[in-house]
């Protein structure tokens, strides 16, 4: 009856599920467990009818036009250029670090230090923290330790239970300290959120008449993965299966768990117009939690009263019943054990790795959007 088995309705799964019916003529079947489409990027409307984002807040950014194109069939966008400050202290500066938070922190001594920073660097370049504390001038280290200390270093404490130095430099790269007057948080062109939400553009990617949508349904209730093949409610399925859910549970986590951040997100809503008058707020020296995010004005939402913010306080992910996987931890051992689990899938010559948990990896959506392009195209 199906011809494809795509397990996992997330945006690996939405857009690989679209792109074999459509493309291919083949007849999709999607399996997802949760009682909804759209995996984190999923966002509804709360009881007080602000649309938040349920499993944390999701700017889409690209700077690849064939992903932006393709996703604008199913969806218009809201775009801006999304901007973070960090609290420190009693104020707010821009994050990332830029030449504007320069200002802001050295005053009058700001000028020679940009000066320095653009001869040193270049104008226009981003330079990972990690990159910045190697400096050999004393000025420059002296930047490189005011945003190790207030930017850096507490809040990746909170986020890994680690020190910047201690985890990949591939993650406090993603935020690099910049070389320009660029407040924004990303540099790609295209940055925004769907004009009606993440969900609704789920439902059109996944409203094609070759695809049937089951959630509700583990995988595992209704397919049987074993090193020497794939049956699906009982018979050997010999057709393509794509998996985005997590590698180690498919084999019941025989050789212990892969390692991840988790984190619990706490909803408040108040009786105000604007609550921090900011999307995000990072709290990169203090409190518990990473983040507030206040989602009307990361959505523009303006069709509802009170405003609604969310908190994030990271944990390390146990598999406790209730936890969701968000942050692989990158590093030699992990990925050790994730090609072990890797491993009891080569004999299946159809069976298809594809996703942030499947691959353990960190993928951004546009990342995963490419990456699903590129697998269905040569299946
Ligand atoms: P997911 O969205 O996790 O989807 C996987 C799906 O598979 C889930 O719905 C899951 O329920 C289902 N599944 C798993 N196992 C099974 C099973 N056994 N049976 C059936 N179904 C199963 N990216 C950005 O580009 N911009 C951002 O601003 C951004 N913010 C983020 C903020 C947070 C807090 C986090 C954690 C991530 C953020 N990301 C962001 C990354 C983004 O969430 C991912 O790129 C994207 O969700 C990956 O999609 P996916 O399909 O691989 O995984
Ligand atoms: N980071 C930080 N302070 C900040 C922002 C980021 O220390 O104000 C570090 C932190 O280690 C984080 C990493 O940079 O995990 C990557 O940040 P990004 O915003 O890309 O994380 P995301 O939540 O999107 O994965």
Known sequence: MYDCIVIGAGIAGAVAARKLAEEKGKRVLV?????????????????????????????????????????????????FGHEVVAKVGDGLIPVP????????????????????????????????????????????????QYVYEN?????????????????????????????????????????????DGFTAMFERILDHEGITVRCGVDCKEVLSIREDGVSFEGQ?????????GALDELFDCRFGRLPYRSLEF??????????QGHSVVNYTVSEDF????EFKFLTGQQDADGTTIVKEYPFAYTGAEG???YYAILNEENRALYEKYRGL??????????????EYRYYNIDAMVKKAFELTEQM
């Open 31 to 79: 399996l997802e467990r949760r009682d909804h489409i759209g995996g984190n990027c999923y966002d509804e409307r709360d009881e007080h009818g602000i649309l938040i984002h349920n499993y944390g807040p999701h700017i889409f950014h690209t700077g690849m036009e064939d992903v932006f194109t393709y996703l604008s069939r199913f969806t218009d966008w809201y775009l």
């Open 97 to 144: 670090f830029n030449l504007n938070t320069l200002e802001m922190v050295y005053g009058e001594k700001a000028g020679p230090l940009a000066a320095k920073l653009k001869k040193t660097y270049g104008e226009g370049s981003r330079v990972p923290i990690m990159k910045l504390r190697e400096s050999e001038d004393p000025d420059i280290r002296e930047i490189a």
């Open 151 to 195: 930017i850096f270093l507490q809040y990746t404490m909170k986020q890994w239970g680690q020190k910047p130095e201690e985890i990949s430099p591939e993650v406090t790269g993603r935020v690099p300290v910049l070389i320009s007057h660029d407040n924004r948080y990303f540099q790609d062109q295209y940055q925004g959120v769907p004009k």
């Open 236 to 244: 050997p399925f010999d057709g393509d299966v794509i998996y985005t």
């Open 266 to 275: 706490q909803f408040e809503h108040y009786d105000t117009d604007s609550w």
């Open 290 to 293: 990473t983040r507030i995010t």
């Open 323 to 325: 936890e969701i996987p």
């Open 345 to 358: 899938t080569g004999r299946l010559e159809r069976f298809h790795l594809l996703g942030r948990l499947a």
